[in-house]
């Protein structure tokens, strides 16, 4: 049976290892131990910057999703970003990513979150797939990126 919870700091390393398997499928992204430590402990030590949930198969991490907040002006209120899905590959199509998704979009309404938004890269059919099936649409918004510090 698959459990959902909220991250804790002992959770990190396991995270670390999970955001490593999705940083090798990203066209963006490179696995950076260093940094996904940084940006983990961020949002583990400020509940204002975002929560981070962790799927668990047997007490052992397999998958996580993270929710990271923000404020639309056209929307007046809090919504968030959702970063960060994965889910090891061994347990995927079992029914534990949909567990963990809806989990954390649960949490989201909870505390009256306006909307939703997340990337995907644009050829990963799979994962469009996926988050159409729990109600996302594809938006008419370009993303666009200026990174300042590629390290």
């Given at each position: 049976?698959f459990?959902v919870?909220e ?24 696995p ?17 910057i975002?929560?981070?949930f ?66 995907t ?26 990174i300042?510090?590629?390290?």
């Amino acid at each position: 049976m698959f459990v959902v919870e909220e991250a804790k700091s002992s959770d990190t390393e396991s995270l670390i290892d999970l955001l490593a398997l999705l940083f090798s499928q990203e066209a963006e992204f490179t696995p950076k131990r260093d940094l996904q430590r940084a940006g983990l402990t961020m949002i583990l030590e400020d509940a204002s910057i975002g929560t981070l949930f962790v799927l668990k198969k047997d007490g052992t991490i397999i998958g996580m999703v993270s929710l990271l907040w923000s404020i639309s002006t056209a929307l007046g209120g809090k919504v968030a970003f959702l970063e960060d899905m994965i889910v090891h590959p061994s347990w995927q199509g079992k029914g534990g990513g949909t567990l963990l998704v809806k989990y954390a979009l649960s949490y989201a309404q909870k505390l009256s979150c306006k909307r939703i938004t997340l990337l995907t890269d644009a050829n990963n059919h799979a994962a469009q797939s996926f988050y159409k099936q729990l109600g996302f649409k594809s938006s008419l918004m370009q993303p666009m990126r200026l990174i300042f510090n590629d390290t």
